[in-house]
T-cell receptor, first 114, second 110 residues
Framework: DSGVTQTPKHLITATGQRVTLRCSPR?????VYWYQQSLDQGLQFLIQ???????AKGNILERFSAQQFPDLHSELNLSSLELGDSALYFC?????????????FGPGTRLLVL | GIQVEQSPPDLILQEGANSTLRCNFS?????LQWFHQNPWGQLINLFY???GTKQNGRLSATTVATERYSLLYISSSQTTDSGVYFC????????????FGKGTKLSVIP
C-alpha cells in the first residue's frame, strides 16, 4: 500500500459527460501528480500541483482540469468525454520539497467512456 | 524531452528462471524508478535508483548513469512476478514529470 488513495476505482459513463476523479496524497506529501495510461499512448504525465499551486503541465487536454485543495487532496475533472478518454488514471504524490525524490502511485481509477 | 526505451517488449519465462530487463534513457537523469504493474493494474514501486545498485529479495537493479542505462534483475522467477515492468526517468534541470518507457511484459509460466 503506497498510502495514496484514489476514488472511485471504476467509472463508467457516456460520451459528452463530465466526471471528477479524486486523490488523497500520502500523509505529509505536498506534491500531487496525475498520469494517464491508455493503450495507444502508454503512461503519460498530465499535471502536477504543489501545495495548492500548479507546478508543471504535460499532455493535458483543454477539456481536462485539476486542482489541489487546502487539505492537499486533488481532483481531476474530465469534461465533454470522448471514447478515447477511456484509460487508467493514476495519481502520485511526493514530498515536493527537493529533487530528486520518489513518486508514490495510487491504485488508479479505471474510466470507461461508452 | 527525454526518451526512455525498454527491452525486451515481451518475455516468457519458466518458473525458477532468471531474467534481465533493460532501460535506456537518452539524457542525464535525476531519478530513475522501476515499477511493476500487476494484472489488476496497480503500479508498485520497486526501486528508486538514479545510480548504483540496490537489492530487494529476488529483485535487484543497477543504474549506470554515465552510460544512460538501468537493468532490473529478477532471479528465481515466480508466477506472481508476471505483469508489466516499467522504468521511468526524471530528467535533470528541475523537471518534475516522470517519463515512462513502454514497458516489458513478463509472463512466468509454471
Amino acid at each position: 500500500d503506497s498510502g495514496v488513495t484514489q476514488t472511485p476505482k471504476h467509472l463508467i459513463t457516456a460520451t459528452g459527460q463530465r466526471v471528477t476523479l479524486r486523490c488523497s496524497p500520502r500523509s505529509g506529501d505536498l506534491s500531487v501528480y496525475w498520469y494517464q495510461q491508455s493503450l495507444d499512448q502508454g503512461l503519460q504525465f498530465l499535471i502536477q500541483y504543489y501545495n495548492g499551486e500548479e507546478r508543471a503541465k504535460g499532455n493535458i487536454l483543454e477539456r481536462f482540469s485539476a486542482q489541489q485543495f487546502p487539505d492537499l487532496h486533488s481532483e481531476l475533472n474530465l469534461s465533454s468525454l470522448e471514447l478515447g478518454d477511456s484509460a487508467l488514471y493514476f495519481c502520485a504524490s511526493s514530498s515536493g520539497t527537493e529533487l530528486p525524490e520518489t513518486q508514490y502511485f495510487g491504485p488508479g481509477t479505471r474510466l470507461l467512456v461508452l | 524531452g527525454i526518451q526512455v526505451e525498454q527491452s525486451p517488449p515481451d518475455l516468457i519465462l519458466q518458473e525458477g528462471a532468471n531474467s534481465t530487463l533493460r532501460c535506456n534513457f537518452s539524457d542525464s537523469v535525476n531519478n530513475l524508478q522501476w515499477f511493476h504493474q500487476n494484472p489488476w493494474g496497480q503500479l508498485i514501486n520497486l526501486f528508486y535508483i538514479p545510480s548504483g545498485t540496490k537489492q530487494n529479495g529476488r529483485l535487484s537493479a543497477t543504474t549506470v548513469a554515465t552510460e544512460r542505462y538501468s537493468l532490473l534483475y529478477i532471479s528465481s522467477s515466480q508466477t506472481t512476478d508476471s505483469g508489466v515492468y516499467f522504468c521511468a526517468a526524471l530528467p535533470g534541470a528541475g523537471s518534475y514529470q516522470l517519463t515512462f518507457g513502454k514497458g516489458t511484459k513478463l509472463s512466468v509460466i509454471p
